[in-house]
């Protein structure tokens, strides 16, 4: 309820405007409420079970809203207070105080008085990390920063509990690593490659060693301290390519877990719809819709025309409605056992190293595993080429076989008759397995050795075939070119 002032009755100058501890403080809005986001001033149900009121709950006291923690002010122990510990002057202003809550009805003149109990610094803690994202790569090490502090200033960091978990859906988590005191855990994947940085007092930041595809996301830092917590999000971005794929049984034939597969087959995740949207900023123009890691389906076009969603309006994203403009075309959220489309894959940096293969005479599908592995390596992965495209500017104007069955190459300097004028990697589809190319992409794990060093080729030995000897697979061994 609101105080009334008695016309008449003025407040001797010099004394502060509050009487039995209590300040008072003019509002235009009855109560002591706090206002609504719409106007409004719902009252907040204390929180039940705890054994102190809950910050900024509100009291009341003969009759007038009052706010604070300190509990229930009874009026007369307020007195009793005032008479023992306050002097003539602040006694004063307590009888002044209990006239106004006294006075008639029809003595107000719109001028409305509130109530408040002053509140003291609550000890809540407060969690700081990282604004943005922060940005690694595949097999990279990486600080995921987080801070916590507290409102008061005399509290004791011992029995704080730190938790990491990641998001991986809008309402599920993933735990990563948790800390209590000397008590630290890694959970699933990281175990044995996340730790706290552990730079003080308040550092609650995660190192993360040996990044991988999976550990792309989003992650949440949380700090709790008996009743109080409260938690942070940092980002995880990782350079890398985004590229569309197929299998050979042709196009629009995933369902999303099909497409999930496909792209860890091909060495890569499923993209995000941020990393969609950075690759079409990029150039990437593709006019075949795919699944992306959320569920929605997209696909980005940099060059429009009719048959690739038209040329801009509604169904492109930050084109604002603008004619002749390309974007990502969405085609939302669809159902992830029934329909099928491509996918958009994602991988990022390689620890090994993808190379061309030139072998003495043209192979077939089943000969490149063979080919490569005289090399101490393994027929590349589609991914895996995009990468060395990408990251590692491997430039090369043959085609060759990959371990899917399709021929792609690279180009990073475009050239005549090596497939336009823009850089990327060419695809010459799935050619029929027994279809002779003129050579292979492998690639070499890191630490592995090349048994044919400088000038090694493939074939077969003891004559036939080539060399006069019979053409026994299993007799296929890497000789001196």
């Known amino acids: 309820m609101a105080i009334k002032q008695t016309p008449g009755l003025r407040r001797p100058k010099g004394l502060a405007q509050s009487f039995l501890g209590v300040r008072v403080a003019q509002s ?101 990390t990282a604004p943005g994202q922060v940005v690694s790569h595949r097999g990279g090490t990486i600080v995921l920063p987080c801070r916590y502090h507290y409102e008061a200033a005399a509290h004791d960091h011992d029995g704080v509990r730190l938790k990491w978990t990641k998001v991986v859906d809008p309402l599920a988590f993933a735990d990563v ?57 940092v980002k995880l971005d990782l350079e890398g390519v985004v590229f569309p794929y197929h299998p050979r049984g042709g196009r629009y034939k995933l369902t999303f877990m099909e497409a999930q597969r496909a792209c860890a087959e091909q060495d890569g995740i499923l993209a995000s719809a941020e990393q969609l949207h950075a690759a079409w900023r990029d150039g990437l123009d593709w006019c075949n819709a795919g699944w992306l890691r ?19 309006g509604a169904g492109s ?19 992830n056992a029934e329909e099928r489309y491509d996918a958009f894959c994602f991988t990022s940096n390689l620890p090994g190293r993808v190379f061309f293969l030139k072998p003495l005479r043209p192979v077939p599908f089943s000969g490149a595993a063979r080919a490569c592995a005289a090399r101490g390596a393994a027929v590349a992965k589609v991914g895996q080429l995009f990468a060395a495209w990408k990251l590692q500017l491997l430039d090369r104007c043959t085609a060759g076989w990959l371990a899917d ?48 060093p400088g000038g090694w080729g493939w074939g077969w030995a003891g004559g036939g075939g080539w060399a006069g000897g019979a053409r026994d697979p299993a007799a296929w061994t890497p000789l001196r070119v």
Not at 415 to 431: E, I, Q, T, Y
């Open 28 to 128: 235009r809005r009855v109560g002591a409420a706090r206002r609504g986001p719409h106007g409004s001033s719902p009252r907040l149900p204390p929180d039940p079970g705890q054994g102190r009121p809950e910050k900024g709950a509100e009291l009341r006291a003969a009759g007038v809203g009052v706010k604070g923690s300190g509990g229930l002010l009874a009026l007369d122990r307020a007195q009793v207070c005032a008479r023992a510990a306050l002097g003539p002057g602040a006694l004063w202003a307590a009888a002044w105080g209990v006239l106004l809550l006294t006075a008639p009805a029809g003595a107000q003149r719109g001028r409305k008085k509130v109530v408040h109990v002053l509140e003291g610094e609550s000890g809540s803690v407060v969690v700081q």
């Open 177 to 233: 690593f948790v800390a209590l005191g000397p008590q630290h855990r890694a959970f699933g994947s990281y175990r044995g490659r996340a730790e706290l940085q552990g730079d003080g007092p308040g550092d609650a930041s995660l190192v993360l060693r040996n990044v991988t595809l999976q550990d792309y996301g989003r992650y949440e830092c949380e700090v709790t301290n008996e009743l109080e917590d409260d938690t942070g999000m």
């Open 294 to 312: 959320d569920g929605s389906v997209q696909y980005p076009v940099s060059q429009p025309r009719e048959p690739c969603g038209g040329l801009g």
């Open 317 to 335: 994203a930050g084109t604002g409605g603008r004619t002749a403009s390309g974007g990502v075309r969405n085609y939302g959220y669809r159902h």
């Open 405 to 452: 069955g399709s021929a792609r190459y690279p180009i990073v300097n475009p050239r005549a008759r090596c497939g336009g004028r823009r850089p990327g990697v060419r695809s010459l589809g799935f050619p029929d397995a027994t279809r002779r190319l003129f050579g292979v992409y492998c690639y070499r794990a890191p630490g592995a050795p090349d048994p044919a």
